[in-house]
């Protein structure tokens, strides 16, 4: 009788001791990481974790809550949780059964700080059984973080520079037209004394009597007829006024004892200046006339279709063609502006002389800073109002390290022009060293045009985690940027026939090349590249010990 009431006790014990035990500690065998060591992408640290509860594990009436934890020296950064649960549990966890276990999948984003180069994720678990809660040992699943994607070479980048428009010849030209009455080729006073004929004159003598500033390249003189009086009869009339006017300019230039060259042609029937008046006319059919001209190649069938528009003819015949009769004189010279020297010498004794044009070209004729910074401070007294040369004296700036300096006069550029490219994509630079990157993004959304606009972008799309697309807007451009893009793009080739090619080659630059010789497997890259940057920059020997590019390599940094 008491062996029979004792299993039965037994059995309840069991039940009860079963059902009210702790569920135990995980090993880290059940868990990895994607990517197995983390790394900064975009100013995050994202990551896939794909876990596994063992068969017999998750108790039918408890639930586990996991959260992933990165922790470094003084400080964490907590992911989002996800919340697993047993079959009896009523609630929106994944259901982990109990006799066969189950496999799961979360992903966590940390927002990036240095600190983590050294650092080391952990899942910790808070356990609900019972209306119990306890936590079990934290599990860690991966080490560290690398940041090769945060390294500051936006520093190094090229600013863009707001270029001069000077031109030292100018092409111009001076035009008159002579005009003729319909079917006649003789020229009249009324023509020859015109107010345009005498501006015309005037300026061929002038031009010639300044051969300082002037040179006269030659005199074209073209003569039309309208397109109303058939080929034959146009032919000789076209003819007729190119020799008459011709004669006539001969003779202007002989008596003002003006030597040149005369080039003379006639066409005798002016479509296109036809076309042309028609197409900026109100005429209320200039759509069909326009038609007609572009169906029609033989001149006589075009001729007669649009004599055939009765309602039109009369405003061509009083208004359209009368233009077309005419001889036009062009006089082409070129304007001579200030020799390098001349202008040199100007800035030195009386820059007012200059036009900004002139001052900011200057800048170009020295490569001392210092002179280019005086000149560009002048421009900016002498024409307070043009934006390039505070753009440029930024530029100086920040090619010499000082972008808060660059940053004020990028700013005083854009308040003189808001919508200047290169102010914008010069201040999406400052913004990008900073880290702010939506900042920049608004301002390189103004910058088309800019000259280093691309390699702005580049530099942008880094800070994005959009690698190929940051090696797209680099193109052909060797500098720090353009190899880091090609390395976290995993071109190392590419890359290290960037960092090659750079022409002033920086503590970056080597460390960098660094990073290509530790992801290649070229330890002697590694280590010779490593010493030159730590001789450029002592700070960069603290750097490389905790970068975890170089964990396989931590015998060359002892």
């Given at each position: 009788m008491i062996k029979k009431m004792?299993?039965?006790?037994?059995?309840?014990?069991?039940?009860?001791?079963?059902?009210?035990?702790?569920?135990?500690?995980?090993?880290?065998?059940?868990?990895t990481t994607n990517p197995e060591v983390l790394e900064a992408v975009g100013g995050k640290v994202p990551v896939t974790i794909n876990g596994k509860f063992p068969e017999k594990y998750m108790k039918k009436n408890a639930s586990v809550e996991v959260t992933p934890v990165l922790r470094w020296n003084g400080g964490e950064a907590k992911g989002q949780p996800a919340v697993f649960q047993g079959e009896r549990v009523e609630g929106n966890g994944q259901t982990i059964s109990y006799r066969a276990g189950g496999n799961y999948t979360m992903k966590a984003?940390?927002?990036?700080?240095?600190?983590?180069a050294k650092s080391?994720?952990?899942?910790?678990?808070?356990?609900?059984?019972?209306?119990?809660?306890?936590t079990i040992p934290s599990v860690k699943i991966a080490d560290g973080v690398i940041a090769t994607s945060e390294l500051p070479t936006v520093n190094s980048a090229n600013a863009s520079y707001a270029a001069d428009a000077y031109q030292r010849i100018i092409k111009q030209a001076q035009e008159a037209n002579i005009m003729f009455l319909i079917q006649q080729a003789n020229l009249r006073n009324s023509e020859l004394k015109s107010e345009a004929m005498k501006e015309f004159h005037n300026k061929v003598a002038e031009v010639n009597a300044d051969t300082k500033n002037y040179k006269l390249n030659n005199i074209e003189v073209s003569a039309y007829a309208s397109p109303d009086g058939g080929v034959k009869l146009n032919t000789g009339l076209a003819e007729n006024r190119e020799k008459n006017a011709e004669k006539y300019l001969n003779r202007q230039l002989k008596k003002a004892k003006i030597e040149t060259n005369v080039d003379a042609k006639y066409t005798a029937q002016d479509w296109e200046g036809f076309k042309e008046l028609v197409a900026k006319s109100n005429l209320q059919d200039k759509d069909l006339i326009l038609r007609?001209?572009?169906m029609y190649q033989d001149p006589e069938q075009r001729e007669a279709e649009i004599k055939n528009i009765?309602?039109?003819?009369?405003?061509?015949?009083?208004?359209?063609?009368?233009?077309?009769?005419?001889?036009?004189l062009t006089a082409n010279y070129d304007i001579i502006g200030r020799s390098d020297e001349e202008i040199n010498e100007a800035f030195d004794t009386d820059a007012k002389v200059l036009s900004v044009e002139e001052l900011l070209y200057a800048a170009t004729l020295t490569n001392d800073n210092a002179r280019k910074e005086a000149i560009f401070n002048k421009t900016t007294q002498l024409y307070p109002n043009d934006y390039r040369a505070y753009n440029n004296l930024g530029e100086l700036a920040y090619a010499a390290g000082d972008v808060a300096k660059a940053a004020?006069?990028?700013?005083?550029?854009?308040?003189?022009n808001a919508n200047a490219a290169e102010a914008n994509a010069n201040l999406g630079l400052c913004e990008l060293v900073n880290d702010n990157v939506a900042a920049a993004e608004a301002y390189l959304g103004k910058a088309t045009g800019a000259d280093a606009v691309n390699e702005a972008l580049g530099n942008l799309y880094i800070k994005q985690g959009q690698y190929q697309r940051a090696v797209n807007a680099f193109g052909d451009a060797k500098t720090n940027s353009a190899a880091q893009a090609q390395i976290l793009a995993k071109d190392y080739n590419k890359a290290k026939a960037t960092l090659q090619a750079i022409q002033k080659k920086d503590a970056m630059t080597d460390y960098l090349m660094a990073i290509v010789g530790a992801r290649t497997n070229n330890e002697s890259l590694v280590a010779?590249?490593?010493k030159s940057a730590i001789a450029?920059?002592?700070?960069?020997?603290?750097?490389?010990a905790n970068d975890l590019e170089f964990v396989k390599y931590a015998s060359l940094l002892k």
């Open positions: 004792y299993l039965p006790l037994v059995a309840l014990l069991v039940l009860a001791f079963s059902s009210c035990s702790k569920m135990g500690e995980l090993s880290a065998d059940y868990f984003s940390f927002d990036y700080v240095p600190e983590m080391e994720l952990y899942l910790d678990f808070v356990i609900n059984k019972g209306g119990k809660t306890y007609v001209l572009s009765s309602s039109v003819y009369k405003t061509l015949a009083d208004e359209i063609l009368p233009q077309l009769r005419r001889a036009r004020s006069y990028f700013k005083q550029a854009a308040a003189k010779s590249s490593l450029k920059d002592a700070s960069l020997a603290a750097k490389a």
